[in-house]
Nanobody, 116 residues
Framework: QVQLVESGGALVQAGDSLRLSCAAS????????MGWYRQARGKQRELVAS???????NYVDSVKGRFTISRDSAKNTVHLQMHKLEPADSAVYYC??????????WGQGTSVAVSP
């Protein structure tokens, strides 16, 4: 079963940028799509961005224009470039299968904390 390892999280200030990475132990093309999710303390996990095999992307309204998801099938990695970070973006970020895909066990995620 594919294992996913997220990295790149950090403590940053509002307005800063971060790039998250997700490394898969197997081929990401086995997923219909890949997604980045986040879970803030006390809240449910939400899908913030997804990218299909063909490269079509979707974003939750709160991150549109600020976040960009990308995938590198040759390296089996998925990235989330985040700009203009806001305190509301603070959460643990995870990658997994996106819409239309079967999820695999969740990794440990990577923590993003944005100070005002």
């Amino acid at each position: 079963q594919v294992q996913l390892v997220e990295s790149g999280g950090a403590l940053v200030q509002a307005g800063d940028s971060l790039r998250l990475s997700c490394a898969a132990s197997g081929r990401i093309d086995t997923f219909q799509s890949m997604g980045w999710y986040r879970q803030a303390r006390g809240k449910q996990r939400e899908l913030v961005a997804s990218i299909s095999r063909s490269g079509r992307t979707n974003y939750v309204d709160s991150v549109k224009g600020r976040f960009t998801i990308s995938r590198d099938s040759a390296k089996n990695t998925v990235h989330l470039q985040m700009h203009k970070l806001e305190p509301a973006d603070s959460a643990v970020y995870y990658c997994n299968g996106g819409p239309g895909s079967t999820s695999v066990p969740w990794g440990q995620g990577t923590s993003v904390a944005v100070s005002p």
